[in-house]
């Protein structure tokens, strides 16, 4: 390939600096692809705020919203949340409002891709794989790289008491979906190459689609900033005793509530030693900090709230330990944080956080029922709290691990991607 940059058209409707999730993945692999590529970006007005206070990037298209979307896209809102987002019914119910947005950008560029203006195009988000992109019917001649996807990951058969609280019984609308989705199927069809966002999804789609293996990769879509590579600055630790971390959204499948049960069958004297904090906010909170109360754990547990990244990052600095047995994690990036910040990891083995933990990194505990993953967390936990040179060992193979979640290196490597494609299509045509 020459040195010339490639014009690359990214779509990526979620993409917001000031948004956490799918969202802050977006704008991440748009902020850094830009910097390697000649980048076209397509996203949805929702960020124009964000993205125009951040930058002053000028090949941004913001298709706009009708009046009637807007106001659906609030009724969607009102009718999907009682406590806790309905996910299931809120991505079907939201299908609408994206399919204003894929139309919009096909209409658009269809013209610009079908002249050749890009050398390729590349669709990020939405990220779980439900969603069609118009304009792979017209990239006959432009690659066409979708993903990372990723999602679809089952709740452990042991765990159905909180797949029915996550509203697990609405699933089936994915099936529906497919069938019924106007160029769902066709997307996946003729993309040129998919990238998987973990090892379950990637053998899904495989499945669903019949995709050979040359045309998808794992590629796993969360990444870690400097910010938390550069360890400076670093606040003071509590040395007095050992400090154990969850950080996350406080919801039923996310398992704090294991921590707290794990935390209360450690013996008295490992008790003694340690201290955890709970960093986010959600559903359970309530309910999380009564049953700190009933098993008299208030001087060991502690609630920090929703706090901002800056503030988790001191979090992660000041503590020794990670405990994030979440037992429905497709994408997981609080695990990378904490790697790298040195904090050796406890997971649930089912979905993305598991396949960033390693045997050197901390422990993966496979779900099988509830009873299982507590009584293995507590387990781990006083195996760390007790062998310092193990904790040692696994702080500092998680600092390395975190580093091949780089963000530049994950720009690099779809660069690297989009000019192996380009170059395969050139020798198709010749």
Same mark, same amino acid.
């Given at each position: 390939?020459?040195?010339?940059?490639?014009?690359?058209?990214?779509?990526?409707?979620?993409?917001?600096?000031?948004?956490? $999730?799918?969202?802050?993945?977006?704008?991440?692999?748009?902020?850094?692809?830009?910097?390697?590529?000649?980048?076209?970006?397509?996203?949805?007005?929702?960020?124009?705020?964000?993205?125009?206070?951040?930058?002053?990037?000028?090949?941004?298209?913001?298709?706009?919203?009708?009046?009637?979307?807007?106001?659906?896209?609030?009724?969607?809102?009102?009718?999907?949340?009682?406590?806790?987002?309905?996910? !299931?019914?809120?991505?079907?119910?939201?299908?609408?409002?994206?399919?204003?947005?894929?139309?919009?950008?096909?209409?658009?560029?269809?013209?610009?891709?079908?002249?050749?203006?890009?050398?390729?195009?590349?669709?990020?988000?939405?990220?779980?794989?439900?969603?069609?992109?118009?304009?792979?019917?017209?990239?006959?001649?432009? !690659?066409?790289?979708?993903?990372?996807?990723?999602?679809?990951?089952?709740?452990?058969?042991?765990?159905?008491?909180?797949?029915?609280?996550?509203?697990?019984?609405?699933?089936?609308?994915?099936?529906?979906?497919?069938?019924?989705?106007?160029?769902?199927?066709?997307?996946?069809?003729?993309?040129?190459?998919?990238?998987?966002?973990?090892?379950?999804?990637?053998?899904?789609?495989?499945?669903?689609?019949?995709?050979?293996?040359?045309?998808?990769?794992?590629?796993?879509?969360?990444?870690?900033?400097?910010?938390?590579?550069?360890?400076?600055?670093?606040?003071?630790?509590?040395? $007095?005793?050992?400090?154990?971390?969850?950080?996350?959204?406080?919801? !039923?499948?996310?398992?704090?509530?294991?921590?707290?049960?794990?935390?209360?069958?450690?013996?008295?004297?490992?008790?003694?030693?340690?201290?955890?904090?709970?960093?986010?906010?959600?559903?359970?909170?309530?309910?999380?900090?009564?049953?700190?109360?009933?098993?008299?754990?208030?001087?060991?547990?502690?609630?920090?709230?929703?706090?901002?990244?800056?503030?988790?990052?001191?979090?992660?600095?000041?503590?020794?330990?990670?405990?994030? !047995?979440?037992?429905?994690?497709?994408?997981?990036?609080?695990?990378?944080?904490?790697?790298?910040?040195?904090?050796?990891?406890?997971?649930?083995?089912?979905?993305?956080?598991?396949?960033?933990?390693?045997?050197?990194?901390?422990?993966?505990?496979?779900?099988?029922?509830?009873?299982?993953?507590?009584?293995?967390?507590?387990?781990?936990?006083?195996?760390?709290?007790?062998?310092?040179?193990?904790?040692?060992?696994?702080?500092?193979?998680?600092?390395?691990?975190?580093?091949?979640?780089?963000?530049?290196?994950?720009?690099?490597?779809?660069?690297?991607?989009?000019?192996?494609?380009?170059?395969?299509?050139?020798?198709?045509?010749?």
């Amino acid at each position: 390939m020459s040195n010339k940059k490639l014009k690359v058209l990214l779509i990526i409707e979620q993409c917001n600096p000031d948004w956490a $999730s799918v969202p802050l993945v977006g704008y991440n692999f748009f902020q850094k692809i830009n910097n390697l590529a000649d980048v076209t970006l397509v996203t949805h007005i929702r960020n124009k705020p964000a993205l125009e206070k951040k930058t002053e990037y000028e090949k941004v298209f913001y298709p706009e919203e009708s009046n009637l979307t807007k106001q659906y896209y609030n009724i969607v809102a009102r009718i999907t949340a009682n406590g806790r987002v309905n996910w !299931p019914l809120y991505n079907a119910l939201s299908y609408p409002i994206y399919e204003e947005f894929d139309q919009q950008v096909y209409q658009k560029f269809q013209s610009k891709i079908l002249k050749g203006d890009y050398d390729i195009v590349h669709a990020i988000t939405p990220m779980i794989p439900r969603y069609p992109f118009k304009v792979v019917s017209v990239c006959q001649q432009t !690659p066409f790289l979708l993903g990372p996807v990723n999602g679809g990951v089952p709740f452990p058969p042991g765990f159905q008491e909180v797949a029915q609280q996550e509203f697990a019984y609405l699933n089936f609308l994915r099936a529906v979906g497919r069938s019924l989705v106007p160029g769902y199927v066709e997307t996946y069809k003729k993309a040129d190459k998919i990238l998987a966002g973990s090892t379950y999804t990637l053998n899904l789609l495989k499945d669903l689609f019949a995709i050979p293996d040359e045309r998808i990769d794992l590629f796993y879509e969360n990444g870690i900033s400097q910010e938390f590579l550069n360890q400076t600055n670093i606040p003071n630790k509590d040395v $007095s005793h050992i400090n154990l971390l969850f950080v996350g959204r406080l919801v !039923p499948y996310k398992c704090a509530d294991i921590v707290i049960e794990s935390i209360g069958k450690l013996d008295q004297a490992i008790q003694s030693k340690i201290r955890l904090t709970i960093v986010g906010d959600g559903s359970e909170r309530n309910n999380l900090e009564n049953r700190v109360k009933e098993l008299d754990l208030g001087e060991i547990v502690s609630f920090a709230g929703w706090v901002n990244q800056q503030e988790t990052l001191d979090y992660y600095r000041k503590a020794d330990i990670f405990c994030f !047995p979440s037992i429905r994690e497709f994408g997981g990036a609080v695990v990378i944080e904490a790697m790298a910040c040195g904090l050796p990891c406890i997971v649930a083995n089912n979905g993305g956080i598991g396949e960033y933990v390693t045997e050197e990194t901390g422990f993966k505990i496979e779900p099988i029922s509830r009873e299982y993953l507590t009584q293995e967390l507590t387990s781990k936990i006083q195996m760390l709290v007790e062998d310092d040179q193990l904790r040692e060992s696994m702080s500092a193979s998680a600092i390395e691990r975190s580093r091949e979640f780089a963000w530049d290196k994950k720009a690099e490597k779809i660069v690297e991607i989009y000019e192996h494609m380009v170059s395969e299509k050139t020798a198709s045509k010749s």
